[in-house]
């Protein structure tokens, strides 16, 4: 038994934040049939907004706003977080599961480092952006890797394909990532850590970029088992204009250059 809340930093994603919410409400309705006693809720970070991310935000009942000026993802995901530790541990339930949302069965692999019946943590925080979007049992792996012991989950992320990433640049994509269990990558878009392990290392950094990759490693560094998976990944924008310098952005623009 426990709860889950979804984070999800937002800064002027109009054009994306609705499907993105859309597909949280289904792994929501999924979680709600595959583990009942689980609760979830939703965060967004609405981090120096000027365009209608908000007022689509508002339209999702069970989805809490909070509004910040930080424009600065890691700050952002870092008030999303609080406002999950600190706030209601989860919000109304949804509506059943559409019917053609059935949940396969995943394997899990505990951590050596913890027995395979460890208790469930109090919260377990899911990351993922707003210009991304989830499968419906996204927040039911979560929960399994948080029933199996686990103090982290890292996931992967596939870029959607279409006028800005090409067939060919999801072949340099797939030849530049090992995308399988035990895989080396951090995407934030992706991300699940137990509030006991983001208590135990202090949070997100307020960096602009390398935030999620930075966390991992505070929580790799005080020997927290980490789970690294490629099952279920996150779709995520392949836009190649970059919010920051250095951002994912920036490193598929890069990648189609080649």
Not at 187 to 204: D, K, P, T
């Amino acid at each position: 038994m426990g709860a889950i809340c979804a984070v999800v930093p937002a800064c002027n994603e109009e054009d994306h934040i609705g499907a993105c919410l859309a597909a949280l409400d289904t792994a929501r309705r999924v979680l709600a049939v595959e583990a009942p006693g689980w609760s979830s809720h939703v965060v967004v970070v609405l981090d120096a907004c000027t365009d209608a991310t908000e007022e689509i935000v508002r339209q999702h009942p069970g989805v809490q706003a909070i509004r910040v000026q930080e424009r600065c993802a890691g700050a952002a995901r870092a008030a999303g977080a609080a406002a999950a530790l600190d706030g209601p541990a989860a919000a109304p339930r949804p509506g059943p599961v559409p019917q053609q949302a059935a949940v396969p069965q995943q394997r899990q692999t505990p951590p050596q480092a913890k027995a395979a019946a460890a208790p469930a943590p109090e919260l377990w925080l899911a990351c993922t952006d707003a210009d991304s979007t989830v499968p419906a049992t996204w927040l039911v792996d979560h929960v399994r890797a948080a029933q199996a012991g686990w103090d982290a989950r890292v996931g992967t992320v596939e870029p959607l394909l279409g006028e800005d990433f090409t067939a060919a640049d999801a072949q340099r994509w797939a030849s530049q990532h090992t995308l399988g269990p035990g895989h080396p990558h951090v995407f934030g878009a992706n991300l699940g850590i137990s509030a006991h392990a983001y208590r135990a290392v202090g949070g997100f950094a307020p960096l602009h970029v390398g935030e999620d990759v930075d966390i991992v490693e505070r929580i790799r560094a005080r020997g927290l088992p980490v789970q690294a998976t490629a099952e279920a990944p996150v779709t995520t924008s392949a836009r190649p204009r970059s919010r920051v310098a250095g951002g994912f952005a920036s490193y598929l623009a890069r990648l189609s250059a080649q």
